[in-house]
């Protein structure tokens, strides 16, 4: 199963050992938007901000979104 948008940027943020602030400062937020990002309330990551996050956390914006194919399960019969 895919992951949520949201669960993918906490996920990726941590895994670089980066801090809410760290990405509230990039994107010019506080770090309460950020954390509803992360946790998918208020909607989903506005389309101005994907593409430097995805930069910044070193992966494509599909990656990032959970657009791309990635992630299912290999191997199934």
Known sequence: MRKQPANRLAELRQERGLERRDLAVLLDVTEDTIRRYEENRGGPIPSRHIP???QHL???AERLMGWDR????????
Request: aromatic share 0%; with cysteine; proline share 0%.
């Open 52 to 54: 430097t996050l995805a």
């Open 70 to 77: 990635t992630d299912t399960t290999k191997g199934c019969a």
């Open 58 to 60: 070193g992966v494509s």
